[in-house]
């Protein structure tokens, strides 16, 4: 069975408030991530497949969870997105 829940509705149901960047910053950022690919499966992990393993119920326990199988994910796609944003910054072309 497959259903969709709303961003918002999530953030609703765990009480989380959506984040507030400067403008331009999450263009910017995913412009990076996708040219970095920092969130593809090779980085982070199969999140279709993991979201079907994981059988807790909160946001602290998918974190522990996702982080004992991926340990080094989240620090390797961001390092990524770092360094896509510096090469930006410095007119280099990306490097995949």
Do not use: C
């Amino acid at each position: 069975m497959e259903f969709k829940i709303k961003t918002e509705e999530i953030r609703k149901l765990m009480e989380v408030e959506a984040p507030e960047f400067p403008k331009y910053a999450t263009q910017i950022l995913n412009l990076a991530n996708y040219h970095a690919q920092a969130t593809r499966p090779r980085v982070v992990g199969q999140m279709s497949e993991l979201i079907k393993e994981f059988t807790g119920r909160t946001l602290q326990e998918w974190e522990e969870w996702y982080i004992e199988r991926h340990p080094d994910a989240i620090e390797k796609a961001t390092k990524k997105i770092v360094e896509m944003i510096d090469n930006f910054q410095a007119g280099d072309k990306p490097d995949r």
